[in-house]
């Protein structure tokens, strides 16, 4: 049985629990109800130690009541909590729509890439939402966005290219003027990966991928990072000179 919806079990959840559900006060029910088998917080197939069970449970009718139980990943040691809906003697988990939309997802890189490329921020940051929501079909296209950004606004911004002149180029000739044959080689593989999640027939490199170009950007990140600051420094050390 699959629930589709609840990130703490896989496809093939078939682990049953026998938990001796209280239907009131009185009477004690021997429940069977399929334990939870995959950990989101670690992304894996994992083992679930059974805690503990709600002690209230809430009358749904004359034989159908709702109860949480308890559980401890045996990989990570975090406790989760698992909604049930029992039929007499077998449970069923409660396929809750779980919605991860408050959690916060932190950017990758420090205060200077988001000072100099604050568009790029706001376009990686939406990426990187669609990745962690598994929208990998959004994600591709979003990171390889976020990278055309980037790349075309350090051109403009920090190499004195002409606006009108890198909107015309291709995104993968804007990258030959990056800086050394390594970091241009290293932002072009990342853009053919990216052209590869972002258009309909385009699957040059179908052993690269996501991580691919994300380790691209990032690379390419902290070289031009690293040469805005040369530039700064070096403006600093003129500026001087003529005192
Ligand atoms: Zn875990």
Redesign the pocket.
Known sequence: MSYINNPFFSTDSNNITKINAQQNSISTLGVKVPSPNF?P??NIP?NFRYVSESYDYENLGPTSYRFEVTYQ?Q??Y?YVAVGYISNMDSGSVIDYDFNFTNNKIKFPFNEDVENNFPDFKIIYTQAQKAEKYGLNEIAGPGYRKAFENLIKEYLIKFCDKKEESIQKRSLSDCASDLGDETINKIAKVAIWVGNDQTHYDSNQNPNLDLNDLKNGINFTVNYLISEIEKKKLLQAYDDKKKD
């Open positions: 950990c917080f670690e994992s990943c990989g990570c975090k």
